[in-house]
């Protein structure tokens, strides 16, 4: 590895110019191109432990875990490793191979290492060693999969398994149970006050070591000596394999099995009639966050217990309630082509597998779509049973009388995303459409290009301040700039962002981002009040936003953008959730596993999504709300997000089965609690006309605007004027 010494005998300048360069110290841009080249031509990386003698601090946290086997441990493992990279720290991992001798150990040797703090996911339920280290200045923080331990005056966060233990024995309506646990998650005594309530005798109740083998032998036993018992609750998904090897051995068929673990569709389906889940993740997070909080406010943190109780999940079964049709028919669909209808039309697959009914749909584009659906609903058609609408086309469509009430229909009205319910029709007295397709818009950014210090270092010289995510539209636009290659040739990527563009509605929406956060709008009280210096101010910024985007024409769709992301040509881009399917796809994007989210800048998402209603004259109401209310349920939310969906339901938030997928969604639903409607004015003609102005009367002029035609200035004019003149006609 180089030194500084080489670094330094490279560029011909001192060692002391070289740290001042590292350390951002200098505007000599001749002496900081001379050493970022010798940076570069010896891969130079500065000694984080020499630093860290002068700093007092080695920017490391230590995570001690008990084996790399168990889910829960990994989630953990990944969870913490995630949150140190996104903070600049390293993470020091230590095994203890389920011993506590060996777990006291590792605290040591961390403690020598002179980490800054130390997360310890507990081996055991005693604990007995902590006294040992009670009086170090070193934070420690402890894991423990046992309530038993929140009593500990120690920084502690506790799982408390106790309430999910009782539904899941509550649950079983058939047999005995067979209880087998890990002595590091409950102690003997806590399992027997449980079971107790519901069962005479305790010899079905095994306490082993996090072994497959032990398992294996609990399940035997209990499966020898009580011919009565049906369902195995068991500590993980390893020992649930052991004892179903356990039964096959047996020849006992009918067995079922509660696991605790994080629920995974795609390995619990079948597998499992119901999940005790921990929610792990979240765990770790704030296990993470209270260590930074004690090294950062070492003087006054004071540590204490938290627990967090485990929850009893019964198996999401797809064709639950289903009902098969006495005869076959054909359900018939208009719909938009985004990834959401591809993947709702793979989703049918399943339903006309088991119900023998055919789903057909046909899919049109943005404009073609609402035109055939005012035809279908003007002439009164039958041979169309179910429709796709925007959130925005829902209550003109309503008045047409071609959509089916669907309040008497309907069941299932809740368990959507908070933040949801402002929008949500199935709040409403009269329901004529089930939400469907999510759509709030998010930042996306490459990861790496805001963590590069010579990039950070460069953008310091250039403007004066630190390089960070932006969350106004003026850094927004010197971010983008700085990672332009034609503004600045040591950009890493071609262009500082992707936007949409052309005359259509989305280029509307990516306007009003800047228009709301400039504090504007296009409509006030029913009058249209877009001509004023707000506006003014955010449509530069918004034409200046374009000087930093790939330039490929003047009809640019979501799916141009987001393959510019993901191809990596570019730094950031604003995008729908519901079109962000692939980007963290690594067969198909170059920036999968590289990207960063946060919300757009000037915090004013425009809202969006889609319903499905059902066609008034369709001949088959019933049929289709029967397969529209399962599309849409919770139940189906997430193997429809794994095909390329975006549910509205909470299912496909609150779980981790879509993590690697859309590392983004929890700040998509931070961002509906923020996202907006746009406004329409009944002044200036019916909903049909009106929408025009987003469709194609703004983005008309904002299009001349940005091929230089007219000035903002006019551009605002024009727009005032055009709406005013559609309001006289009306």
């Known amino acids: 590895m180089a030194t500084i010494k080489e670094v330094a005998a490279l560029a011909g300048v001192s060692i002391g110019t070289v740290s001042n360069v590292l350390n951002g110290k200098t505007d000599n841009a001749a002496l900081i191109s001379m050493v970022e080249k010798a940076i570069e031509e010896l891969d130079y990386r500065p000694d984080m432990n020499a630093r860290n003698l002068k700093n007092t601090r080695t920017n490391t946290i230590a995570l001690i875990l008990p084996n790399t086997v168990k889910q829960s441990v990994l989630t953990v493992l990944s969870t913490v490793e995630k949150g140190l990279l996104q903070r600049g720290y390293s993470l020091l991992l230590k095994i203890s191979r389920n011993n506590a001798y060996l777990e006291k150990k590792c605290i040591q040797q961390c403690l020598d290492k002179r980490v800054d703090g130390i997360i310890v996911y507990v081996c055991d339920n005693t604990l007995k060693y902590y006294k040992q280290f009670a009086d170090e200045s070193?934070?420690?923080?402890?894991?423990?999969?046992n309530s038993i331990l929140k009593n500990l005056p120690v920084d502690i966060i506790s799982v408390d398994y106790?309430?999910?233990?009782?539904?899941?024995?509550?649950?079983?309506?058939?047999?005995?149970?067979g209880v087998i646990f890990e002595r590091s998650m409950l102690d003997i005594e806590s399992i027997k006050e449980i079971y107790h309530n519901y069962y005479s005798d305790i010899e079905d109740i095994r306490v082993i070591d996090y072994s497959q083998e032990r398992g294996f032998k609990a399940a035997f036993e209990i499966l020898c000596n009580d011919a009565e018992v049906r369902t195995f609750i068991t500590s993980s998904s390893l020992i649930a394999h052991a004892a179903k090897k356990a039964a096959s051995m047996l020849g006992k068929t009918d067995i079922s099995y509660v696991c605790v673990k994080e629920p995974k569709w795609l390995e619990d389906d079948g597998e499992f009639v119901a999940t005790i889940s921990?929610?792990?993740g979240e765990i770790a997070e704030i296990a993470l966050s209270k260590i930074m909080e004690a090294i950062d406010h070492s003087s006054s943190y004071e540590p204490k217990s938290l627990t967090f109780k485990a929850e009893y999940l019964p198996a999401n079964n797809l064709m639950k309630h289903i009902t098969v049709p006495q005869k076959t028919t054909t359900l018939n669909f208009y719909m938009f082509d985004c990834p959401a209808t591809r993947a709702f039309e793979m989703l049918s697959k399943i339903y006309s597998a088991k119900t023998g009914i055919e789903i057909n749909i046909d899919i049109f584009p943005y404009s073609q779509l609402e035109d055939n659906l005012y035809t279908l609903f003007e002439q009164k058609k039958s041979s169309i049973d179910g429709v796709m609408m925007d959130i925005v086309w829902l209550d003109e469509m309503k008045k047409t009388g071609g959509l089916l009430p669907l309040d008497t229909m309907i069941k299932d009205k809740e368990g959507y995303l908070r933040g949801f319910e402002e929008f949500n029709e199935m709040?409403?007295?009269?329901?004529y459409g089930i939400p469907f397709v999510s759509g709030t818009q998010f930042l996306l950014y490459q990861n790496d290009l805001f963590e590069d210090s010579q990039l950070k270092r460069l953008y310091k010289r250039m403007y004066g301040s630190e390089l960070e995510i932006p969350d106004t539209w003026s850094k927004f636009n010197l971010v983008a700039e700085f990672f332009t290659k034609k503004y600045n040739p040591k950009s890493p990527v071609q262009y500082g962002t992707s936007a949409i563009r052309g005359v259509n509605a989305y280029t509307s929406l990516i306007f009003l981002n800047y228009l709301w956060a400039y504090g504007s709008d296009i409509f006030e009280n029913d009058n249209v009040v877009i001509n004023n210096p707000n506006s003014l101010n955010a449509l530069k910024n918004f034409i200046k936003s374009y000087q930093y985007a790939h330039d490929n024409g003047s009809n640019k769709s979501w799916d141009d953008v987001v393959k510019e992301f993901r191809r990596g040509d570019c730094a950031m881009?604003?995008?729908y959730d519901s079109h962000a399917v692939d980007i963290n796809d690594y067969s198909k994007s170059k920036v999968a596993g590289n990207i960063g989210?946060?919300?757009i800048p000037g915090r004013q998402p425009v809202l969006g999504g889609w319903y499905l209603g059902i066609n008034?004259?369709?001949k088959q109401k019933q049929a289709a709300v029967d397969f529209i209310m399962w599309a849409c349920s919770n139940r189906t939310s997430i193997p429809y997000s794994l095909l390329g969906g975006t549910s509205l339901r909470m299912g496909s938030y609150e779980r981790s089965d879509l993590d690697n997928i859309y590392p983004w969604k929890n700040i998509v639903a931070e961002c509906y609690h923020i996202s907006r409607k746009r406004q329409f004015s009944q002044n200036y003609g019916d909903n049909y006309t009106e929408r025009n102005i987003y469709t194609h009367l703004i983005p008309e002029e904002l299009e001349r605007a940005l091929n230089g035609e007219q000035t903002p200035e006019q551009t605002l004019v024009n727009i005032e004027?055009?709406?005013k003149k559609m309001g006289s006609n009306a």
């Open 138 to 145: 070193t934070p420690i923080l402890y894991i423990s999969e």
């Open 162 to 177: 106790g309430a999910a233990l009782d539904k899941a024995f509550k649950a079983n309506v058939s047999g005995k149970v």
């Open 278 to 280: 921990p929610p792990y």
């Open 427 to 431: 709040i409403r007295d009269t329901i």
């Open 573 to 575: 881009t604003i995008i």
């Open 597 to 599: 989210y946060a919300v």
């Open 616 to 618: 008034a004259q369709s």
């Open 721 to 723: 004027q055009r709406i």
